[in-house]
């Protein structure tokens, strides 16, 4: 199942999409996602549908790459889609035995759904178009102004560049350790919650060994490679804006305007 | 007795991505048997032996332990496991107890012995393995040095009691002492205990050493499978999978080549030597 | 001046029970004297325990001596104020492939080193490129760390530290977790950039295979420096490096075990070839050491 997380997993592509200065995809992921909570109108997730389908087109990711993300969080959205289903009090629409579904709570599930969705695929494409160091590049710059307030930025971006480059090595280990144990003759997949967590100690104690060693290792590797902080730090990808840039800037900006008008005009009206 | 039968495991079955990680595999490994499995990484050989006690579920074709196919309704997988020990590549990665004792325990208790049955099966697993003793059966398995902690996790796959030990390649990482030692308990393993052995390994001179019959295999097949002479004279052969034959097979070329009557068959230093003398005519040889 | 210089070098340290008093007093490294001559390519054996890491991490500075000095390219290591430049004058390459590896794609693995020294960007990418020639992963560059094969893997690690344009590279057992192609590869690659580039290359391991073609060869045994000399010279040696539980190449042990049943043959015979023409010589009643000599032996 860890297989299938899209988050994190870049597709290589020459996409113009793939070519925006991470700073433009952030603000673009951030902007997009304010925008899906201005409110439950039909006319809000048009606007919110038409920049997914734009962003996708031009990123040139086959649509399954970005689909296979929702995979890991199906019970998530089914869990929510059903609790707004059943307990959003409004006027009666069906009554099941002792659960009713009113019309408010059959579209407060609809919005719900259809917003987890868009919230996944929006993050996803932020995902698949940026190497995670672009991305952290992208987080360190845009962000550096946080340092006035003593926010370690360089630091938390080098945590992320290598959480990213290590997930998939732990996840490979994870595999590893279990099917070691299982030819241990260890049973994760019978008893009660309680057994089941003990089980659990024997893949998490040698999981955890090998992180340290390897945390030990890195740090050692990186020592050797003269890293010592930001300071005196150069970059062989600097981050300069393009005019490319500069027009994504602008678009964004235009759908933020539309988007703040369809909700201002329409208030709580759904279509 | 294991039977493998036209053994296939496809990776992403269905999706256009069809990867053939094992290809109509035939084999029988009589029980008591020492056998080498050598190929490079990405023959396939790993995916064979993880199907051989059930971690892997072939795509198609089938196994049979002992007579009964493993694919049968209600097979006692657990039962396989501890009939068909694996030691994994790096096995000391999943040592995870307080105690060196507790954690060659972990496999006789998962099999539903006592506490004091699975100690004494414990016990029994560090002796063969050099571990015996209060030392280290009270020693974090951590504070162990590496050669010690690989074979206390070996000794965690023996206290199972299997009658076939399979080891992926076991000496790996370890120094040459450490590689003696590990290599001679498992031959004393096959000798003392009959028990049938598979040595995975990457050494072409540890397999000439030590196993009755080599399986070559390569991109899911096996490509040569007989005994250590008969497989090594195919040596061009073999370097063009990516292997080769043990230095000493070389070396009885050259000499062959060079007129000397040599036996080109002979693939250890000892089996060498006593060839290279009977040939030279100082002492006692013809040519 | 040698490249690296290590004189009357000790390091030990203390373990610590969980009182935190001194159970045990360990000396890994006693009184190491070396030097070695820049450009050469350098083998360092030892079984495990031997203090053969030890000595490599004092090369880099990640440790410094707790006895003596040692002088990287005529700077001591124990000299904070020249951390950076031992570190880019000794670059060092581990075991674990994967464990030495931050970023997600080899291209910018390879920046790192010369982005931590302040490089402009537009030199960086002349290193990177350079780099990645040297070491024949051009193709790669865009690859991830984690779809290579771990002789690859290794390259790009030697390549991370060839973009920092070091003069020597101290690789740690690089190949112990390595399949033979890959071993072969590795080797080939640093063989390749100590003949181009006149990079000394310090090699620690205990394959014997890989020192075969060293220009010169230390064991270590113990913490300490038991034997010198090229190759050769210490293959000769069977019985004491036996006693080291090393190993000896298998043409070597053929030769050593037919010497021990008679037969004349010179010390230090090192290939088949060698060995052949020593025995035809024998065979034909002429002089086995001129054979090994004609045959391409014994000059070095």
């Keep these: ?271 | ?287 | 001046m040698p490249i690296v210089s290590a004189q009357s070098l000790s390091f030990s340290y203390e373990l610590r029970d969980e009182e935190g008093n001194v159970s045990e007093h360990i000396d890994a490294l006693k009184n190491v004297n070396l030097d070695i001559l820049e450009g050469s390519f350098v083998t360092v054996l030892g079984a495990n325990g031997s203090g053969k890491s030890t000595f490599a991490k004092q090369l880099n500075a990640l440790l410094v001596p707790t006895g003596g000095t040692v002088f990287v390219d005529g700077m001591n290591t124990a000299d904070e104020s020249h951390l950076l430049d031992v570190r880019k004058t000794a670059g060092m390459v581990f075991q674990n492939p994967d464990n030495q590896m931050i970023a997600s794609n080899v291209e910018e693995e390879i920046g790192f080193g010369p982005e931590n020294l302040g490089v402009p960007p537009e030199d960086i990418w002349k290193r990177v490129n350079a780099a990645l020639d040297a070491v024949g992963m051009n193709a790669y560059r865009k690859a991830s760390p984690n779809r290579l094969s771990g002789g690859q893997k290794q390259r790009i690690a030697i390549a991370g530290i060839v973009a920092m344009e070091p003069k020597c590279i101290v690789l740690d057992e690089p190949t112990a977790m390595l399949d033979p192609g890959g071993r072969r590869e590795v080797i080939r690659t640093l063989h390749a950039l100590n003949k181009t580039r006149k990079v000394t290359i310090i090699l620690i391991t205990h394959y014997m295979e890989e020192v075969v073609d060293a220009d010169y060869c230390f064991v270590m045994h113990q913490g300490e420096l038991v034997m010198h000399g090229t190759p050769r010279e210490i293959f000769s040696d069977v019985k004491t490096m036996r006693e080291l539980s090393l190993d000896v190449p298998q043409v070597t042990e053929v030769a050593y075990e037919l010497q021990q049943a008679g037969v004349p043959l010179p010390d230090g015979i090192l290939t088949g070839a060698e060995l052949t023409a020593a025995l035809t010589a024998i065979r034909d009643g002429k002089d086995p050491a001129a054979a090994v000599r004609e045959a391409g032996g014994f000059n070095d």
Aim: proline share 4%; with cysteine.
């Design chain 2, 1 to 287: 007795m294991i039977e493998i039968k036209d053994l296939t495991y496809t990776y992403e079955q269905g999706t256009g991505y069809e990867a053939h990680a094992l290809n109509g595999v035939n084999a029988v490994i009589p029980d008591g048997q020492f056998i080498g499995l050598i190929g490079h990484t990405g023959s396939g050989k790993s995916t064979l032996i993880q199907h051989l006690n059930g971690l892997m579920k072939a795509t198609s074709g089938d196994i049979l332990v002992d007579g009964t196919s493993i694919y049968s309704e209600h097979y006692n997988m657990r039962k396989l496991r501890s009939t068909v020990g694996l030691v994994f590549q790096y096995p000391e990665h999943q040592l995870f107890e307080t105690t060196v004792l507790k954690d060659v325990m972990f496999g006789p208790k998962n099999l539903g012995l006592s506490d004091e049955e699975a100690r004494d099966r414990a016990r029994k697993a560090m002796e063969l393995t050099g571990l015996s003793g209060e030392r280290f059966e009270n020693a974090s398995p951590f504070d162990l040095s590496g050669g010690q902690k690989r074979r206390a996790a070996i000794a965690g796959v023996l206290a199972m009691e299997p009658k076939v030990l399979i080891l992926d390649e076991p000496t790996a990482g370890l120094d040459p002492q450490g590689r003696d030692e590990i290599l001679s308990l498992i031959r004393s393993l096959h000798e003392t205990r009959k028990m049938t052995v598979i040595l995975v390994s990457h050494s072409m001179e540890d397999v000439a050493e030590y196993v009755e019959r080599i399986i070559v295999i390569d991109t899911g097949k096996i490509r040569f499978d007989g005994s250590p002479r008969e497989v090594f004279r195919h040596y061009r052969e073999l370097e063009a999978l990516g292997l080769a034959a043990p230095q000493v097979t070389y070396l009885m070329h050259d000499l062959a080549d060079a007129g000397f009557a040599v036996d080109t068959d002979a693939i250890t230093v000892g089996e060498a030597r006593e060839s290279i003398l009977k040939s030279l005519p100082q002492f006692g040889g013809t040519v």
């Design chain 1, 1 to 271: 199942m860890l297989r299938d997380l899209t988050l994190g997993q870049y597709y290589p592509e020459e996409s113009p999409i793939h070519r925006l200065d991470p700073r433009v995809k952030l603000a673009g992921t951030l902007v997009f996602i304010i925008t899906l909570f201005f409110g439950q109108s039909v006319w809000l997730y048009m606007g919110a549908s038409l920049y997914l389908f734009v962003v996708i087109r031009l990123s040139r990711v086959p649509v399954r790459y970005i689909v296979r993300g929702l995979k890991t969080i199906v019970v998530l959205i089914l869990l929510s889609a059903l609790f707004n289903l059943f307990l959003t009090p409004g006027d009666l629409l069906v009554k099941l035995g002792p659960l009713t579904i009113t019309t408010q709570g059959l579209v407060t599930a609809v919005f719900m759904v259809v917003r987890l969705i868009y919230l996944i695929m929006g993050s996803s494409v932020l995902t698949l178009t940026t190497t995670p160091n672009q991305l952290t590049d992208g987080m360190e710059r845009g962000l550096s102004w946080l340092k006035v307030f003593h926010v370690p930025v360089h630091e938390i971006a080098m945590m992320m560049t290598i959480a990213l480059r290590f997930i998939p090595i732990l996840v490979d280990e994870t595999d590893k350790i279990i099917k070691a144990q299982k030819a241990r003759g260890a049973d994760f997949e019978s008893g009660n919650i309680m057994q089941r967590a003990k089980a659990m100690i024997p893949i998490l104690v040698p999981l955890f060994i090998s992180a340290f060693r390897r945390a030990n290792d890195l740090a050692m590797a990186m020592e050797a490679r003269c890293y010592h902080g930001s300071e005196g730090r150069t970059r062989m990808k600097p981050l300069i804006y393009t005019k490319n840039d500069r027009l994504a800037y602008l678009a964004l900006a235009a759908y933020f305007v539309l988007m703040l008008t369809i909700a201002i005009t329409l208030g709580s009206r759904v279509i």
